[in-house]
């Protein structure tokens, strides 16, 4: 892990938590936590945002985060969500591309690709996910795909809204599987995106930009992938549904 970069653990909860089990999990996470420089990120299904703003709102390095918006401003999408509305209760990051979205919603590149012009636009830092499944890993063809996620879905964005990007590498085989990649595939993928950010913007920008590696991570393999130097923290599913575990998944970044 490179000190220059902003080192990230974000917990998406995915649909998990009743209101009161969300307040309860965010206030345990907050009484274990220690103070450090690692970014701590919350994505938490919608009726969690407001209440969670107010337990981590004022704690440094503590964020609230989404885990998707709508690609419009506002409008007739019933059941919708966008920007704007998240940015209005307090949200810092959105969570956009994760796979689940991407195999059970239908999400393409293209459509990504709007959503993450819009969570720029309304000042949201997209944690936009990039990863292959296991069948692509296996033809050898996962360098050329996450790619392709990475060109459609990102390198339109000038380099000063690229900025604000963070990515996430989540191979689809790994998350929730139990099944985690190896130190070495995740530096190797993440040391991959790295170079291919540098070849589309510049070295520099490359070298400032935080890639979060996610699935099956936990405390007992954490230390490990967060060492690779091209590994510059998590996106954690599971794990960050128990305080004890998530904190000591931030700790070990
Ligand atoms: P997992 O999920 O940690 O439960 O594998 C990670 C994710 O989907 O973001």
């Known amino acids: 892990m490179n000190k220059k970069r902003n080192r990230i653990v974000a917990g998406n ?9 969300g307040r309860d999990l965010a206030m ?13 990120v919350l994505c938490t299904p919608y009726i969690h945002l407001r209440s969670v703003a107010n337990i981590v709102n004022g704690i440094s390095n ?4 989404a885990q998707n918006c709508h690609e419009a401003e506002n409008g007739a999408y019933t059941g919708e969500i966008s920007a704007p509305m998240l940015k209005s209760v307090g949200a810092h990051y959105v969570i ?3 796979s689940e979205r991407r195999e059970f919603f239908g999400e393409t590149d293209e459509l990504l690709a709007r959503k993450v012009d819009q969570a720029l636009q309304h000042g949201l830092k997209p944690i936009f996910c990039v990863g292959e499944k296991l069948e692509v890993r296996e033809a050898g063809k996962h360098e050329e795909l996450v790619a392709q996620q990475l060109r459609n879905g990102l390198f339109h964005l000038k380099p000063e809204q690229f900025r604000e990007v963070v990515i996430a590498y989540e191979p689809v085989w790994a998350i929730g599987t139990g099944k985690t990649a190896s130190p070495e595939q995740a530096q190797e993928m993440h040391r991959h995106i790295r170079a291919l950010v540098a070849k589309k913007y510049k070295q520099e920008v490359a070298d400032m930009t935080s890639i979060l590696y996610g699935g099956s991570c936990k ?7 967060f060492s690779q130097p091209d590994v510059d923290g998590g996106l954690i599913g ?5 305080a004890g575990d998530f904190v000591a998944i931030i700790q070990s970044a």
Do not use: C, R
Request: charge should be negative; aromatic fraction near 8%; proline fraction near 5%.
């Open 13 to 21: 909860w995915k649909m998990n938590m009743t209101y009161e089990d």
């Open 28 to 40: 345990a996470i907050i009484d274990q936590l220690q103070p450090s420089e690692t970014k701590v």
């Open 62 to 65: 503590m964020f609230l985060g």
């Open 96 to 98: 956009l591309g994760h």
């Open 219 to 225: 405390p007992s393999n954490a230390v490990e992938l």
């Open 238 to 242: 599971g794990a960050s549904l128990q």
